[in-house]
């Protein structure tokens, strides 16, 4: 299953979980009044009968009789449900770094120097680059000793990526990089997304039993005193009555997590083994969870979140959310024999110091990594079927890619003051007299000192190769994302100023322009993000004819007879008709690409493959691609969030 139908099947998920969450607040408001009619709703001793209490209480008369107060229960528990669970998605828009924080999570510095850390750090930054999304926020959950991870948030932009102490100083690298490719499995197939909503939705139902807790931990402030025994006993018995209906709620909502979380576990550890082609990394990693003491086990509560871990964070129950741990060793390595798990245990005892060592010399044998790795094949299929899913070969290209970048320049993309300047700097104008145009548009924008920066980062490293500016500045992004929102949306202005300063966009300055806003925008307000929407192609053609336009163009700007050709072939990939095209030859060109662009982000995922296939077949119809078309390809894709990765070796 590729990347566009794991996003149809996430928007499928979902639904599914609307429908499920229906059916978990009627079972707990059902519940709720079946509680307070025992307590409140007993039926006249007249009307009791000959058969007993039980049946005189939910005897249609008594029912009747307690219309009013069951009537305001119902409407009372579904409105607390409903509340808490938009008071809860309210709480996470601030994304996936909030999840990690509220678990203790500490952020790993990108320039840390500490050997564990800075491992973590380079199979993410590796990962990511191969994936053609931006790196994500890392956390290390220091206080927790079993083998676990996570990631979270609503969209790669808002991405955050979690391990914890356990992870880092019992895993070796490849059993480290088999976890991380299962997480950014969970990122680039909407799981991730549709994780954190569970958290918001299981809240609500949850949220009974909590309350109940409270009022037990409270009780004895509710004695004392001969006029108070009654009401005490009364609220204790509401308290015992909440805590019993809130596992109602925990029930089901147990049941969702498992209904939603089990084959998608499965998934994600098959993507692992795709990403690395190392089947013994991920399995090495599950190994290692059954011969630790610890396990997967966290200190730190886990219910909301025990679903997007990468193990069961908590003891085995009913409706657990991860399939048996032995069951997924077997689905990656099938000679597996439970017998070995001991023997992997007196392993780990004997390595427990090695840890530490092993990542210090890692890093310094990071230079002699291979470089001989092969590209992507140049075919609309292979890359069609690498998205959201890179090969082994694009990691390594990553790899070798992210050792080439100048290390100074790294630290400046990694570093909270100097990342904006640096993501200036990849647009400046090789002609000096526009720079100088540029520069003070950036003073005018974001103050001397910015345009300062940015001066000296010229003066010290002069103007970047062109196949390190993407990269560093997906590196950059989340250094800039951590700054206020009035600085970003200062910087979006800069950017917009800067790549129109010589009164013309190329298609680089586009494509720098594109992802820096689509990732500043999703940062802002992740919750917000779109990554798929209803509209089809045939009802939005003139957008797909003005993106196909463009990238025919770009392609064969000598040769309009060429470009011509590409576009045919690509609107008859999607069969509309084939009209004359728009060629971009006019200032506004880009603004109205931007909007076309904006439009496609809003089709279905099936018909997003179509459309990125119709690219693809404009780009590659002569069977190369030049790089303004693989900058555009980049380009279009951020926009429609689509994780495309990088091309540029398919030309090498």
């Not at 109602?248 to 089990?262: E, N, S």
């Not at 090695?354 to 310094?364: C, H, V, W």
């Not at 030049?626 to 090498?652: D, F, G, K, W």
Request: with cysteine; hydrophobic share 45%.
């Amino acid at each position: 299953m590729n990347f566009f139908q794991q996003q149809a099947k996430a928007r499928s998920l979902s639904k599914r979980l609307i429908f499920l969450f229906i059916l978990a607040v009627l079972a707990v408001v059902i519940s709720m009044m079946l509680l307070m009619l025992v307590l409140l709703g007993h039926p006249q001793p007249e009307n009791i009968g000959a058969y007993g209490f039980v049946p005189s209480l939910i005897s249609p008369a008594n029912l009747a009789d307690q219309s009013a107060l069951l009537t305001w229960t119902g409407l009372g528990t579904a409105g607390i449900l409903g509340f808490s669970s938009l008071f809860r998605v309210a709480g996470l828009r601030g994304g996936g770094g909030k999840v990690a924080q509220e678990l203790g999570g500490q952020r790993v510095d990108p320039d840390t120097r500490d050997p564990l850390q800075r491992r973590l750090v380079n199979v993410v930054e590796e990962i990511a680059l191969a994936s053609g999304v931006p790196v994500p926020e890392i956390y290390v959950l220091d206080h927790e000793s079993g083998i676990n991870a996570f990631a979270a948030g609503y969209s790669p932009s808002d991405a955050a990526v979690a391990v914890t102490r356990g992870t880092l100083e019992t895993l070796n690298r490849s059993e480290l990089q088999g976890v991380i490719a299962h997480e950014f499995s969970h990122v680039l197939n909407g799981d991730m997304r549709l994780n954190i909503r569970l958290m918001g939705v299981l809240f609500g139902i949850l949220v009974l039993a909590i309350l109940g807790r409270k009022l037990l931990h409270n009780a004895h402030l509710f004695g004392g005193g001969r006029n108070r025994k009654g009401n005490a006993g009364m609220i204790l018995a509401i308290a015992i009555g909440l805590v019993v209906v809130g596992y109602v709620g925990l029930f089901f909502g147990r049941w969702i997590k498992a209904a939603v979380a089990r084959q998608r576990e499965y998934l994600a550890d098959a993507s692992a083994v795709q990403f690395t082609r190392d089947p013994n990394g991920i399995a090495g990693a599950l190994k290692k969870i059954g011969a630790s003491q610890h396990g997967a086990l966290m200190e730190a509560e886990v219910e909301e979140v025990s679903h997007m871990l990468f193990g069961p964070g908590r003891a085995a129950n009913f409706f657990a959310t991860h399939p048996p741990l032995f069951e997924r060793i077997k689905a990656i390595d099938p000679s597996f024999q439970p017998e070995e798990i001991k023997t992997i245990a007196e392993r780990m005892a004997r390595e427990k110091q090695r840890s530490l060592e092993e990542a210090k010399r890692e890093e310094q044998e990071r230079a002699q990594k291979e470089k001989g790795f092969g590209g992507l094949d140049l075919t609309a299929d292979s890359i069609i079927d690498n998205i959201g899913h890179p090969n082994w070969q694009a990691i390594l290209a990553a790899a070798a890619l992210a050792e080439s970048l100048p290390d100074p320049l790294v630290r400046a993309a990694r570093h909270h003051e100097w990342s904006p300047a640096l993501v200036l700097m990849l647009m400046l104008d090789p002609d000096q007299s526009i720079r100088t145009r540029q520069l003070e548009s950036i003073s005018r924008h974001l103050g001397d000192t910015a345009a300062q920066q940015v001066s000296e980062l010229v003066r010290q490293f002069g103007d970047v190769d062109d196949g390190q500016r993407l990269p560093l500045l997906e590196i950059a992004l989340p250094a800039v994302k951590r700054r206020s929102r009035k600085e970003i949306e200062s910087l979006h202005k800069a950017i917009d100023d800067l790549s129109i300063a010589d009164e013309k966009v190329d298609p680089f300055e586009f494509l720098l322009s594109q992802i820096i806003s689509s990732y500043l925008q999703d940062a802002i307000q992740p919750a917000s993000v779109k990554p798929h929407g209803r509209r089809r192609i045939k009802q939005n053609a003139e957008a797909v004819k003005t993106s196909l336009s463009a990238l025919a163009w770009f392609g064969h700007v000598d040769n309009k007879a060429a470009a011509l050709t590409a576009y045919t072939a690509g609107m008859k990939s999607v069969e509309l008709e084939d009209t004359a095209p728009t060629w971009p030859q006019h200032k506004n060109w880009a603004e109205e690409l931007n909007s076309a662009l904006n439009t496609l982000n809003l089709l279905t995922p099936e018909d997003k493959e179509l459309l990125v296939t119709a690219w693809l077949t404009t780009a590659l119809h002569d069977q190369q691609a030049s790089t303004h078309e693989l900058e555009l390809l980049r380009a279009y894709c951020a926009t429609i969030h689509v994780p495309m990765p990088p091309l540029a070796q398919v030309n090498e």
